[in-house]
C-alpha cells in the first residue's frame, strides 16, 4: 500500500504534519504514561500477553519509539515498514485484529485528552482533526499489513499441506524412475547395434527408419524420466550470487523465436541494474522456462506475455503474467499436483518441478487471476 496515496486519501496535509510535530512537543513528557496505557489495553483485551517486568520495559521503550515516529514523521515506506513490524509482533502473539483495533481506540482516546488538556481551547479542533487522520492512516496500515500476513500463513499453510502430499509419492516416482532407467538405456544401446548392422548390409532401410522412430519414443520416455527425477529427488541447492534479472533476459531473449510463430509479444519490465539473490541459478532458470513455455502455450494468437522483476533488500519477486483465458478457480490447488495438466501432450510434472523448485528456496510461489489471464508470482529470499 504507497503511503503517499493513502496520506492523500485520508486528507492528511503537511500543516497536519506540522500539527503533529507540535504535538509531540506537548506530548513527550507524557508518553511513557500513553504507553503504559496501551499496554493495560492490550493485556485487558488478552490477557495471556500479560508481559513479565522486564519485557514491560522494553515493550514500554518500544511504544516510545513507536508513538513518536508517527508524530514526527516523515510519512515514507520507512514509516510503513514501522508499522509492518509492529503488525507482525501483533500477529506472532495471535492478536485478533478486532483486538487490535480496541487497542488503538484507547490510544486514540489518549491522545485526545491530552490535546484537551496541553493546549488552549482555540487550538483544539485543528490539533484533533490532525489526530484522528494520524490514526485513519494507523488504522489502514494495521488493517493492510494485517490481511497480508493472514494471507502469507494460508499459503505457507496450504503449501505444507503440498509438500506432505507430494513426499510419499515423491519416494514412489523416484523407485519407478531409477527401476526403468537402466532397461530403457539398454533397450536404446541395442537399437543402435541393430541400426549399424542393417547399414552394413545396404538393403534394410525400411527396418533402420523403424528403429529410428523407436530410439526417439525411448528418448521421450527417458526424457519423461529425467523429469521425474528432478520432480522426486531434485539434486541438492547449489547456490551462488547469481544476478535474476539476467536470468529473466536469458529466457526472454531464448523464447522469443518461439512466441513469435505463435503471434505473441512477450514483454519484459526490469531495471538495467542487476538484482543479485543467492540462489539455485539452473534451478530458478527452470522455473522462469517452466513459466514463460505455460504462459506462451496458454495465449492465443495476438496475445501478451509479460516478465516483471521487483526486489527489496529481504527478497526478489519475480512474475510472469499472460493475457490467455487464465486458469479456473477450482483449478488453483490443483495445479502442483504432479501428473495434473490441462493440456493434450502434457506430462504433469512441469509446475510440480517449479513447486519444488521454489519450496527449496524457502520461497513461495503464488497464482492470481487477471483480466484477462493469469500471473504467477514468486518470491524468494536474497540469502
Not at 503517499?4 to 507524557?30: C, F, I, N, W, Y
Not at 527452470?286 to 514463460?292: A, P, Q, S, T, Y
Amino acid at each position: 500500500m504507497p503511503i503517499t496515496g493513502l496520506l492523500k486519501h485520508v486528507g492528511m496535509s503537511e500543516q497536519d504534519m506540522a500539527l503533529l510535530r507540535t504535538l509531540h512537543e506537548s506530548l513527550q513528557p507524557h508518553l511513557q504514561d500513553v504507553a503504559s496505557t496501551f499496554i493495560a489495553a492490550i493485556v485487558e483485551s488478552i490477557p495471556s500477553l500479560d508481559p513479565s517486568s522486564s519485557e514491560r520495559e522494553r515493550l514500554l521503550s518500544e511504544l516510545v519509539a513507536w508513538m513518536e515516529r508517527g508524530l514526527l514523521g516523515p510519512y515514507d515506506e520507512a514509516f510503513s515498514a514501522t508499522r509492518a513490524a509492529f503488525i507482525a509482533k501483533m500477529r506472532d502473539c495471535d492478536t485478533p485484529l478486532e483486538s487490535m483495533f480496541v487497542v488503538m481506540s484507547v490510544l486514540r482516546l489518549e491522545y485526545q485528552a491530552r490535546v484537551l488538556a496541553l493546549h488552549p481551547v482555540e487550538q483544539h479542533g485543528d490539533l484533533l482533526r490532525a489526530v484522528h487522520r494520524l490514526f485513519d492512516v494507523e488504522l489502514a496500515l494495521m488493517a493492510h499489513f494485517h490481511r497480508l500476513a493472514s494471507d502469507r500463513l494460508l499459503v505457507s499453510r496450504v503449501s505444507g499441506l503440498h509438500v506432505e502430499r507430494l513426499d510419499a509419492l515423491s519416494r514412489l516416482t523416484s523407485a519407478l524412475a531409477h527401476g526403468l532407467r537402466n532397461p530403457l538405456n539398454s533397450a536404446k544401446l541395442q537399437l543402435e547395434l541393430l541400426e549399424r548392422r542393417f547399414l552394413k548390409g545396404g538393403d534394410a532401410a525400411e527396418l533402420v527408419g523403424h528403429g529410428r522412430i523407436a530410439q526417439g519414443e525411448i528418448a521421450r520416455v527417458a526424457q519423461l524420466l529425467a523429469d521425474f527425477l528432478a520432480f522426486a529427488q531434485p539434486p541438492p541447492l547449489v547456490l551462488t550470487e547469481t544476478d535474476v534479472s539476467g536470468l529473466l533476459r536469458h529466457v526472454h531473449e531464448a523464447r522469443r523465436l518461439r512466441a513469435e510463430e505463435r503471434n505473441v509479444e512477450m514483454l519484459l519490465d526490469i531495471d538495467d541494474a542487476p538484482v543479485t539473490a543467492s540462489v539455485d541459478s539452473t534451478k530458478i532458470l527452470r522455473v522462469i522456462e517452466n513459466l514463460v513455455d505455460n504462459a506462451i502455450d496458454a495465449v492465443t494468437e495476438g496475445g501478451h506475455v509479460w516478465l516483471d522483476l521487483e526486489s527489496s533488500p529481504r527478497e526478489i519477486v519475480f512474475s510472469i503474467s499472460d493475457d490467455g483465458p487464465g486458469i479456473p478457480r477450482e483449478l488453483h490447488l490443483r495445479i502442483y499436483d504432479p501428473f495434473f495438466t490441462t493440456k493434450e501432450a502434457g506430462t504433469g510434472l512441469g509446475m510440480a518441478i517449479v513447486h519444488s523448485f521454489v519450496h527449496l528456496h524457502r520461497g513461495t510461489i503464488a497464482l492470481t487471476e487477471r483480466n484477462p489471464g493469469s500471473r504467477f508470482e514468486v518470491t524468494v529470499p536474497r540469502e
